[in-house]
């Protein structure tokens, strides 16, 4: 039974993360807001609601180690696993101008995100700060984009256009709200079954809730970014593949963790701040080291993403 609502709560968490993303995609088109905007939040930002909804579900239930466990595993398998995969497929393409402040955002964020477990706990008054810190890196990226349509713009209007290219007619708007708010539901159900049966596994097999948040419920939670970055690698655009997980990772610090902290602090436990959160910092600055030699990630680069996430695994298990 347990299986059973792992797979339904995936399932659920991979179709309502795609149906969230069309539909507010599709609402915003209808109501003629700028394709910027759209590109620069609700794709990357929208894929990461199946992680926002898990940890929240975790906190509430009081399991840390699945909360802070979802956010830092699923940032080491967005830069690992995910852009791995999507750099084999095809060589992905780097926008200097997007990477040189997203890049430079990332590593900041990662480093504050240690600072702070360190300290031991993802309080109230953190989590407002990384919420205030996500709105001004937003704010700054549209105004600064909108003045100047440069490559970096562009990357991000690509974004908006992978999984809901604008075409003739499209869905109307009473439709794509239902289609929004349907994957809303389906990601709040499928992440209270994920986490739910994830907890149960933990204490049937005698893993601890960390490892299964680190893996399982990152990797479920994660799925979303895995759709959009493959689909625009075979779609040969590189950039809209990395500027997807740059941002999802973004976000995932600043927005899931300070959502999170702000309605219930969270305990950062032992082995996740002695090792794991340490990991998530090496893969953001090994992604800028392979970034920066040539502006693009080789299918070489990537092959060495995929057997470090191999290796973490190992370790972990």
Request: overall charge neutral; charged content about 10%.
């Amino acid at each position: 039974m347990v299986w059973l609502e792992l797979t339904a709560g995936l399932l659920l968490l991979l179709g309502g993360g795609e149906a969230l993303v069309k539909g507010a995609v599709e609402a915003a088109q209808r109501l003629n807001v700028s394709p910027l905007l759209i590109g620069l939040t609700l794709v990357g930002f929208g894929t990461s609601t199946p992680e926002l909804v898990a940890s929240l579900e975790a906190a509430f239930i009081g399991a840390p180690g699945i909360a802070v466990g979802n956010i830092v595993g699923s940032n080491i398998a967005n830069i690992l696993l995910i852009l791995g995969v999507s750099a084999v497929i095809l060589p992905l393409s780097i926008t200097p101008a997007a990477f040189h402040r997203d890049g430079t955002v990332l590593v900041g964020a990662s480093l504050l995100l240690v600072a702070v477990s360190i300290l031991g706990t993802l309080s109230s008054l953190i989590g407002i700060v990384f919420l205030g810190l996500l709105a001004a890196y937003t704010v700054w990226t549209f105004l600064a984009e909108r003045r100047r349509e440069d490559a970096s713009a562009r990357m991000h209007l690509a974004e908006g256009e992978v999984l809901a290219p604008r075409k003739p007619g499209g869905m109307a708007l009473p439709f794509a709200l239902l289609v929004a708010f349907g994957g809303i539901a389906a990601v709040v159900v499928g992440a209270n079954l994920l986490v739910g049966s994830a907890v149960v596994l933990s204490r049937e097999f005698g893993v601890s809730e960390s490892v299964i948040g680190l893996t399982l419920v990152a990797v479920g939670t994660s799925l979303p970014e895995l759709a959009v970055s493959v689909l625009a690698a075979i779609r040969r655009q590189g950039d809209v593949a990395l500027g997807n997980i740059v941002g999802s990772n973004i976000f995932n610090i600043l927005g899931i963790a300070g959502v999170t902290a702000t309605v219930a602090s969270v305990p950062v436990p032992p082995e996740i701040k002695a090792f794991d959160i340490w990991v998530m910092l090496a893969t953001a600055l090994l992604l800028v080291c392979f970034a920066v030699t040539g502006w693009r990630i080789s299918r070489l680069e990537g092959a060495t993403f995929l057997a470090g996430y191999g290796i973490y695994l190992w370790i972990l298990i």
